[in-house]
């Protein structure tokens, strides 16, 4: 009989733990509690993208009164972005700004983002970032355990190099153009011509100065935050593709927010993305100061279409990797 009596208790016992366990996975901060969140980024905070990402914090802050505080580390202080998207995806860091390129190595879908010459013009991207088609993608990326909080962009990439202006694609003929890792980019520069060469993005400026690589494709912004200008000599604008950045947040970090501090977060991602569009101007202004102040000789290429004919046949093989992509272009399509 005692033997008995003691079952229902340790029944009981057993329930109550598994009930607590799954209370503490599942529960959600007040609006009292303090949290700390860090915010890590490879590049400087001139660029953009990382100014965005920093104003971000600095929003959730004044917005909670210093109860959700976000410690930001930029400069690769946390490490590049392939460390960065790795260590968000375990949850070792909070929060990042990550180049979308490097997002290759685990999902096709934001490389929609930077199809060659798709989204040529900051307005365009705006309205492209804030569409149905792209919050489609966020959703579904939700499956690597990352939360996309917004989209911010460093810049439209543009060729720069140490031989040559370019006008014409016979002009890229033979240039080794440092590309990052995303295979839509080697191909793209491919297809343009000229002989693509993946390099670390801290490697660029040593890379240039002593002849490994020709020139890069690369935005105006960073070439100035870079000091790239200091080893450059031409600079030709022709608006390849942007290069944005993910704000992205570990899913299981957000979904421990409370409703309203995730509210909060996101509103505070939203209002970056608008102070990241109004960047621009002024950067690109200060950028090209400094190159032509360093006598780095810039030219506009007029005629685009020898370069939009050359990269055509991408399109196709991108958009059948998945449906999500085939829609996000189609939309963009119709941008004006």
């Not at 009981?12 to 599942?26: P, R, T």
């Not at 600095?58 to 505080?69: G, W």
């Not at 998945?322 to 399509?333: C, E, T, Y």
């Amino acid at each position: 009989m005692k033997k008995r009596a003691i079952y229902p208790l340790l029944l009981l016992l057993v329930v109550s733990l598994i009930l607590s366990a799954c209370s503490n996975k599942k529960s959600l901060t007040t609006k009292t509690e303090q949290i700390t969140l860090t915010l890590g980024a490879a590049g400087q905070t001139s660029l953009p993208a990382i100014g965005a990402s920093e104003r971000f914090a600095e929003l959730v802050a004044e917005k909670t009164n210093n109860r959700i505080k976000i410690k930001f580390f930029p400069s690769r202080q946390l490490g590049d972005d392939d460390q960065l998207i790795e260590q968000v995806m375990i949850g070792a860091v909070d929060i990042a700004s990550i180049s979308t390129s490097s997002f290759s190595k685990f999902t096709p879908l934001l490389q929609s983002l930077q199809m060659p010459f798709l989204l040529n013009s900051y307005e365009k991207e705006y309205k492209a970032i804030t569409s149905k088609e792209m919050q489609d993608i966020y959703k579904k990326l939700e499956e690597l355990n990352i939360k996309t909080l917004s989209i911010y962009d460093n810049g439209i990439r543009h060729f720069a190099n140490v031989k040559r202006p370019i006008n014409n694609t016979s002009d890229l003929k033979g240039l080794k153009l440092r590309v990052p890792g995303s295979k839509l980019l080697l191909d793209s520069v491919k297809a343009l011509g000229a002989n693509p060469t993946p390099m670390a993005y801290g490697e660029i400026y040593t890379g240039l100065q002593t002849k490994v690589i020709d020139g890069e494709e690369i935005n105006l912004t960073s070439i100035y935050s870079e000091k790239h200008y200091e080893v450059l000599d031409y600079v030709s604008t022709i608006g390849l593709w942007p290069f944005p950045a993910s704000l992205c947040m570990n899913l299981e970090a957000f979904n421990k927010l409370s409703p309203e501090d995730r509210k909060i977060i996101q509103d505070c991602a939203d209002e970056g993305l608008k102070y990241n569009m109004n960047l621009f101007e002024e950067k690109e202004k200060t950028a090209i100061k400094a190159m032509e102040e360093k006598g780095v000789k810039i030219n506009k290429i007029d005629n685009t279409k020898p370069f939009v004919e050359a990269t055509e046949h991408i399109y196709e093989e991108y958009m059948a990797k998945d449906p999500l992509i085939r829609s996000f272009v189609n939309m963009a399509r119709e941008i004006k």
